[in-house]
């Protein structure tokens, strides 16, 4: 079964930048949607990204991050990478990448949908 590792969490200043990468083993990407999500202390896990290939190339973004985050997908390397820029305070949380099987689509972004989930990296964002 597909297996998901995250990395690249660490401290950042606000309005820096963190890159994460979220590897997959045990299965190619070709037919999953990788979705990342984040989840702060005391709060709901939110969906902030999806992307895509089968189907055809699918990104979605929250809201919450559209316009500082880009996600990108590296079939060769069966790997998923968010880059986030301008960071704030509040996109301090734990991030998870999670897996369905299936393209991006309008349910991408909830939780209970996703088949396979990583262990999280931590992202702090402080001066």
């Known amino acids: 079964q597909l297996q998901l590792v995250e990395s690249g969490g660490g401290l950042v200043q606000p309005g820096g930048s963190l890159t994460l990468s979220c590897a997959a083993t045990?299965?190619?990407?070709?037919?999953?949607?990788i979705v990342w999500f984040r989840q702060a202390p005391g709060k709901e896990r939110e969906g902030i990204s999806c992307?895509?290939?089968?189907?055809?190339?699918?990104?979605m973004y929250g809201d919450s991050v559209k316009g500082r985050f880009t996600i990108s997908m590296d079939s060769h390397k069966n790997t998923v990478t968010l880059q986030m820029n301008s960071l704030k305070p509040g996109d301090a949380a734990v991030y998870y990448c999670?897996?369905?099987?299936?393209?991006?689509?309008?349910?991408?972004?909830?939780?209970?949908?996703?088949?396979?989930w990583g262990r999280g990296t931590l992202v702090t964002v402080s001066s």
């Open positions: 999670a897996a369905e099987y299936g393209k991006c689509y309008s349910g991408s972004f909830a939780a209970k949908n996703m088949d396979r």
């Open positions: 045990r299965d190619t990407l070709d037919y999953y949607s």
């Open positions: 992307i895509s290939n089968s189907g055809g190339s699918s990104i």
